[in-house]
């Protein structure tokens, strides 16, 4: 199968879909990718609410996490804007700064200006900035807070996500200053969609994880490579960082069984419809 290039997102987001300058016809070759509209916290605030469904026909009890294992839930990837990867995610050579952590191991292992990454099974995961004194300052449910680290990771396992974005980092001590800056923010005032480009912004100050910080004018110059094993991979064009933000943490959430099956259900469809079955010749 090889390596797959498509310019077609998922389509079980609220989204607008953009034109091609060229005027392709969609017939005649790949489809061209969304732009996402999105009026909550990426889907984590409706996930929180669903969560608190399932406590409460449970007696008010969140129903236990179950053991998690990043190489059987994550999906590997990669990111490039035109010829520059600027994100990877692989556990080749052992993923070692994959591994995940309790948030009491965790905060031994944190500095100020560190990005933080809590992940579990079925959810998004939920980035995090830290500022000290076991602290972090995070987007939540529409608002930037500040809270105690292990309070935050809400009994997820976590990581330090440093190396996963490929930026020149800004200084620790700007790190946790554009962080502290924007606590109380919320609703309308905020400026990016989750919590992963708010920390991300923290971090790196470049325009691109913020809402609109990109102009969408046709031309897709950002690639989502997806590793589906035995050397195969499949790769998605974007229009913005943001956008592909949103599929990269929505193939997070589903894990990478079910983007592992949809793709290559889409592939084997994509296949079919490229190679129909000749009708029978008559004698």
């Known amino acids: 199968m090889g390596n797959q290039v498509e ?21 005649e070759g790949p489809r061209i990718g969304v732009s996402y509209i999105f009026s909550s916290d990426d889907d ?16 008010g ?30 556990f080749s050579g052992g993923g070692g700064q994959l591994s995940t952590y309790t948030p009491e191991n965790l905060l031994n292992r944190c500095k100020p200006g560190d990005l933080v990454e809590f992940v579990c099974q079925a959810q998004y995961p939920h980035w995090a900035v830290y500022v000290g004194d076991f602290q972090v300052v995070h987007l939540h449910r529409l608002e930037v807070v500040n809270s105690f680290l292990t309070d935050a990771s809400q ?3 976590g990581r330090i996500a440093n190396y996963l974005y490929r930026y020149k980092p800004l200084s620790p001590a700007t790190v946790v200053r554009n962080a502290l800056e ?28 913020k809402i609109g910080g990109e102009l969408r004018i046709g031309k897709q ?32 959430q589903i894990g990478r069984a079910a983007v592992i099956q949809e793709l290559s259900s889409h592939l084997q469809a994509t296949f079919v419809s490229s190679h129909p079955t000749p009708s029978p010749q008559r004698m």
């Open 7 to 27: 310019k077609l997102t998922h389509l079980n987001y609220k989204e607008v879909p953009t034109t091609d300058p060229t005027g392709m016809d969609r017939d």
């Open 155 to 157: 009994g997820r396992r």
């Open 61 to 90: 009890e969140h129903p236990a996490l179950q053991p998690y294992d990043p190489c059987l839930q994550e999906v590997e990837c990669s990111v490039y804007y035109r010829d520059e990867c600027i994100y990877q995610k692989s």
């Open 221 to 252: 110059p950002y690639r989502l490579q997806i590793r589906l094993g035995d050397k195969r991979s499949h790769t998605l064009e974007f229009q913005s960082l943001e956008d592909l933000i949103m599929e990269k943490r929505r193939n997070d």
């Open 182 to 209: 924007q606590v109380g923010c919320k609703d309308r005032e905020l400026s990016w969609r989750n919590s992963e480009c708010f920390a991300a912004w923290c971090r790196y100050g470049k325009r691109e994880f």
């Open 44 to 59: 984590e605030l409706e996930q929180q609410q669903q969560q608190d469904s399932v406590a409460q026909d449970m007696g």
